[in-house]
């Protein structure tokens, strides 16, 4: 198995839902990430979980909350976003995060709209 | 500040002629360099991965890179429509305890007409 999966594919949600989005790899990658991707922009780090412990948040606003329950699965709490928050949410995962080459896999993303 | 910097076109060739995307990188120190495809609405997909100065061939890509220059590129022989989509350079910077996380340029747009 090569590949990273995410659920669900579209998400449309109201400034008050929680939602979460789910992210998973079966490749024994010890890193996974989160990236939000804006249309014409590349994509924007959020977070990333290194040996399943969050070793980088790149300052991301605490309404999107990070969960690695175990080195496989990586999920995104969301909770009283806002409508610029709507983009594609991406997850990565690479087989080493200290080492020399860190290729990283992403998945195929999940669609949010905030409304 | 660490910047991958990308043309952003877009690049436009006909069909059958050679894309070559250009990437340049500030930290001297970046261990590994990536190219990502992506179409329109879709995720990215790594399509080549380069370590070492020079050149290293997968079917129709080539990527070349010069570390005393830092500079990487991606050349595509024989561009088809299909290959028509954002192209992200993507660098690795140096290792840190904490892991790292790659750096990303703008993206080039490549349009092949047919």
């Known amino acids: 198995d090569t590949e990273v999966t995410q659920t669900p594919k579209h998400l449309v949600m109201g400034m008050t839902n929680k939602k979460s989005l789910k992210c998973e790899q079966h490749m024994g990658h010890r890193a996974m990430y989160w990236y939000k991707q804006k249309a014409k922009k590349p994509p924007e780090l959020m977070f990333v979980y290194s040996y399943e412990k969050l070793s980088i948040n790149e300052s991301v606003p605490s309404r999107f909350s990070p969960e690695c329950p175990n080195s496989s699965l990586l999920n995104l709490h969301l909770h009283a976003l806002q409508p610029e928050d709507s983009a594609l949410y991406l997850c990565?995962?690479?087989?080493?995060?200290?080492?020399?080459?860190?290729?990283?896999?992403f998945g195929p993303g999940t669609r949010l709209t905030v409304l | 500040q660490k910047e991958v910097e990308q043309n952003s076109g877009p690049l436009s060739v006909p069909e059958g002629a050679i894309a070559s995307l250009n990437c340049t990188y500030s930290d001297r120190g970046s261990q590994s360099f990536f190219w990502y495809r992506q179409y329109s609405g879709k995720s990215p997909e790594l399509i080549m991965s380069?370590?070492?100065?020079g050149d290293k061939e997968d079917g129709r890509f080539t990527a070349q890179l010069n570390k005393a220059s830092q500079y990487v590129s991606l050349l595509i022989r024989d561009s088809q429509p299909s290959d028509s989509a954002t192209y992200l350079c993507?660098?690795?910077?140096?290792?840190?305890?904490?892991?790292?996380?790659?750096?990303f340029g703008k993206g080039t747009t490549l349009s092949v007409s047919s």
């Open positions: 990565a995962s690479s087989q080493d995060p200290t080492g020399a080459y860190n290729e990283q896999f």
């Open positions: 380069i370590y070492s100065n």
């Open positions: 993507a660098v690795n910077p140096p290792r840190s305890q904490a892991g790292t996380a790659l750096i």
